[in-house]
T-cell receptor, first 112, second 115 residues
Framework: SQKIEQNSEALNIQEGKTATLTCNYT??????LQWYRQDPGRGPVFLLL?????KEKRKERLKVTFDTTLKQSLFHITASQPADSATYLC???????????FGTGTRLKVLA | KAGVTQTPRYLIKTRGQQVTLSCSPI?????VSWYQQTPGQGLQFLFE???????NKGNFPGRFSGRQFSNSRSEMNVSTLELGDSALYLC??????????????FGNGTRLTVT
């Protein structure tokens, strides 16, 4: 069955450092991969989308890479801030399925 | 533009009862999806609607059902509630013709507790 794993349940880093989150998937060939941020008690918020034919996408301090050979996406937050503390989710989908498969998320805590 | 609105925000029900949750998508969005979020399983897909048609359904029992109205508003219903149905139910809408690459816009969910 399709499975998505995110590298760890929780990740603590010091303010100013780069946070790197991992999303690995098996038994699936996504056309699109998205990253979302979720704060406690709130719904996920879309951050970035990357297509299967793209290697890298950037938006301000965020960078996403997508390696379809390794079946892996890396999500980087540079110059991290305490306000970046949240749970980050990756989500995959393919045309015609009309559904997203979500990873279980990584809880990031940026320490001041 | 107003975001996705879900009502009610919290619900407490007893086993065996049924419940209806409501979702109003962002104006102009015609695709509405529902997800169940639990600590152990993460976000699990329930179903997706576009222009009142269900295009996909997740692996949930028939007690879970949904519908979409002509104004794109959606409801989901859970009958004969079980303790394991306690979860955060999230509704999401997306723009356009339901293109696969359209990001999901989530509401803040309905927290359902079954006792």
């Amino acid at each position: 069955s399709q499975k998505i794993e995110q590298n760890s349940e929780a990740l603590n880093i010091q303010e100013g450092k780069t946070a790197t989150l991992t999303c690995n998937y098996t038994n699936y060939s996504p056309a699109y991969l998205q990253w979302y941020r979720q704060d406690p008690g709130r719904g996920p918020v879309f951050l970035l989308l990357i297509r299967e034919n793209e290697k890298e996408k950037r938006k301000e301090r965020l960078k996403v890479t997508f390696d379809t050979t390794l079946k892996q996406s890396l999500f980087h937050i540079t110059a991290s801030q305490p306000a970046d503390s949240a749970t980050y989710l990756c989500a995959l989908n393919r045309p015609g399925t009309y559904k997203y498969i979500f990873g279980t998320g990584t809880r990031l805590k940026v320490l001041a | 533009k107003a975001g996705v609105t879900q009502t009610p925000r919290y619900l407490i029900k007893t086993r065996g009862q049924q419940v209806t949750l409501s979702c109003s998508p962002i104006s102009g969005h015609r695709s509405v999806s529902w997800y169940q979020q639990t600590p152990g399983q993460g976000l699990q897909f329930l179903f997706e609607y576009f222009s009142e048609t269900q295009r996909n359904k997740g692996n949930f029992p028939g007690r879970f059902s949904g519908r979409q109205f002509s104004n794109s508003r959606s409801e989901m219903n859970v009958s004969t509630l079980e303790l394991g149905d306690s979860a955060l139910y999230l509704c999401a809408s997306s723009a356009g013709q339901g293109e696969e690459y359209s990001p999901l816009h989530f509401g803040n969910g309905t927290r359902l507790t079954v006792t």
